[in-house]
């Protein structure tokens, strides 16, 4: 062979400029993407030995990556299909580059290295991010065909000559630049090849580790071990996701969870996707027991393309409320090369998304119908998922009412329609609403809760991290329901019924309480009311609108309620005008008047942890006086 020299394109100059700098931030996927290629090209050569193409031996398939600190070069080896000269030109030269003064153009001001990265067959040449000079060496599987060898220092020129390899298979040997020296380190190559190439098709040699093996026994019968150097294969090439849900076991399933995240605790449950029409899609879901911290569980989902890792931001591919769910997906429909944009426009990736929807919720639905009492167990987990999705995606909330569960402060579980049973007779207004109550903090609200009781309404608990937004989303799907925390007024105003009580002051006595009360509390934001209640209900009661504290808490959340964040805090203190206490007050002395209502006050304050500091420290000295 004589050796033949060329330029790539007399238009692509400013290309390796574009490279280093817009993947500079991203450099390490140069490994992913020469091992991938490397994987391919064996997977190619075992497909033409299948098919009777190559009638040579395949023998064992491996790529193997070789890292020389002293020489500061790291080579991709394979032994698959290998190339010819004419084959490096094509596909090295021509190929990578047809197009290419389009590229310039398009991707001149790209952000996203994946935007570049597989465009116009520029995989290869992500070499050029840490090389500054790359040599390719290559025997083709053709009969007869010579080895061959290219080289090129990152400019537009190259060199085709002669090559030495004497097998089939190809070297691809980088050149590692100065800046680039962080890649000529054993433990960073690792770790690079744990993040991408952990499950991929062909085993993937990188050095060699010490084994102990078993060696007879000692004096005692018992097992002797030696140390062996043995080749370090750093990846699984048949994971669970490949195999048949038939074939495995819960221990399989189990196995595999802790592989992926060796500190978690065990997962509730899964569910194996496998669909090959109208798209292709392989995973594991798993659903972890949730923390209160979303964000710590968010980002926990891998993204494969035939086994190569690509990202674990699937937030496109996943519905948003299954981002908490934990696993790896592999579609070979989604591009190994993915930006965000193209993901939000890909219609492959919409059916994706809708598929594990399903799937979730048919799941979800079998396991409730399956055994209720563990569904009801797990449903302090479960429940987030259910309540999210049903929030966020239409089409799970009509699948999901049927299994969604309401919880008791009792903690009795029922579904929607046998809740609306329990309380609709009781529980319905004037107005033909059944009102749902329902509680934050049963600890801090159990005065209210215990009140409730008392006229045998039921109260529901609903303290995850997104009831709120749960709350509203109900009275918007549930007909003629209102939902009201329990500490939203007094009991007997929270669901409004056409007997009133009627309070035994008169016009003058209730104008002359207020007044005292109003002069006690002395802060803005406070409305004093004085109303007809039992004479064992509580003779202050302060509460916060519904409304209002719901929009309050969903701005807290970020739920773009930040208008109603910002306006400050308003309260109703009602007085409940049938109360022994307010009878008291009205006969005390002006002084003792005063002295009385600001304890009450406190006291309803207290009940709701309302009081701290100053005044808590007043209430206490107050307290001991009055004994």
């Known amino acids: 062979m004589t050796t033949e020299k060329g330029s790539i394109s007399i238009h692509t100059e400013n290309i390796f400029p574009i490279i280093k700098k817009f993947l500079y931030s991203d450099n390490e996927i140069f490994l992913r993407e020469l091992v991938s290629n490397a994987v391919d090209a064996v997977q190619k050569i075992k497909r033409l030995g299948a098919l009777g193409q190559f009638t040579g031996e395949v023998g064992e ?19 698959g299909l290998g190339m010819t000269a004419e084959e490096i030109k ?116 990188f050095g060699t580790k010490t084994d102990s093996v078993e060696d007879g026994v000692d004096e005692e019968g018992k097992p002797k071990y030696t140390s062996v150097e043995v080749d370090n294969i750093v990846n699984t090439t048949n994971p669970i996701w490949t195999k048949a849900p038939a074939d495995l076991s819960d221990a399989d399933y189990l196995d595999f969870y802790k592989q992926l995240y060796p500190f978690s605790e065990e997962p509730l449950f899964w569910i194996h996707l496998n669909v090959d029409y109208p798209f292709n899609l392989t995973g594991v879901l798993y659903f972890p027991k949730v923390k209160e911290d979303f964000d710590m569980q968010r980002n926990k989902i891998k993204l494969f393309s035939r086994q190569v890792f690509i990202t674990d931001e699937v937030k496109d591919i996943v519905p948003e409320f299954l981002m908490l769910l934990h696993g790896v997906i592999d579609s070979p429909d989604i591009p190994l090369n993915v930006s965000r944009s193209f993901l939000q426009a890909d219609s492959n990736v919409k059916k994706i998304n809708n598929y594990i929807t399903k799937k979730v919720a048919d799941k979800l639905s079998e396991l409730f119908k399956a055994d209720r009492k563990a569904y009801e167990e797990k449903w302090s987990d479960i429940g987030l998922f259910v309540k999210y999705g049903m929030i966020s995606e239409e089409k799970f909330y009509d699948k999901a009412k049927d299994f969604a569960l309401l919880t008791s402060t009792n903690k009795t579980h029922f579904t929607f329609d046998e809740y609306k049973e329990k309380v609709g007779a009781l529980q319905t207004d004037k107005n033909g609403n059944v009102v749902y109550l329902y509680t934050t903090d049963p600890d801090k609200q159990d005065g209210f809760i215990q009140a409730a009781n008392k006229k045998d309404y039921d109260v529901l608990l609903m303290n995850s991290p997104i009831d709120n937004h749960f709350v509203s989303s109900l009275e918007h799907k549930l007909e003629k329901t209102l939902l009201k925390r329990v500490d939203s007024s007094v009991t007997n105003q929270l669901i409004e019924k056409d007997e009133k009580l009627e309070s035994v002051l008169s016009e003058e006595q209730s104008n002359t309480v207020k007044s005292i009360f109003e002069t006690a509390i002395n802060k803005p934001g406070y409305t004093v009311e004085v109303v007809g ?75 709701q942890g309302m009081l701290t500091g100053a005044e808590l420290t007043a209430f206490v000295s107050r307290s001991v006086e009055l004994i």
């Open 61 to 79: 398939p491996l790529v193997e990556v070789k890292l020389d600190e002293k020489a500061k070069t790291i080579t991709i080896s394979d032994n």
């Open 533 to 607: 209640l039992n004479p064992d209900d509580a003779p202050v009661t302060i509460t916060m609108d519904e409304f209002m504290r719901r929009m309050k808490d969903m701005a807290k959340m970020g739920g773009g309620m930040s208008f109603y964040g910002n306006m400050p805090d308003s309260y109703k203190v009602a007085i409940n005008g049938n109360h022994k206490l307010v009878s008291k007050i009205l006969n005390a002395s002006e002084e003792e008047q005063g002295k009385f209502a600001k304890q009450a006050i406190d006291l309803a304050l207290l009940s």
């Open 90 to 205: 094509k596909y090295i030269n021509q190929v990578a580059f047809s197009g290419a003064s389009e590229f310039v153009e398009k991707f001149k001001d790209a952000k996203d290295a994946n935007e570049i990265i597989g465009k116009f067959g520029l995989g290869f040449y992500s070499a050029f991010m840490v090389a500054d000079l790359v040599e390719i060496n290559t025997l083709s599987y053709q009969e007869g065909a010579e080895p061959a060898k290219w080289t090129c220092d990152g400019s537009t020129e190259f060199e085709i000559s002669k090559g030495s390899r004497t097998t089939r298979g190809t070297d691809i040997i980088l050149h590692i630049n100065a800046e680039s020296e962080e890649f000529l380190s054993e433990s960073k190559l690792q770790e690079i090849l744990d993040k991408y190439a952990k499950f991929l098709p062909v085993p993937i040699k």
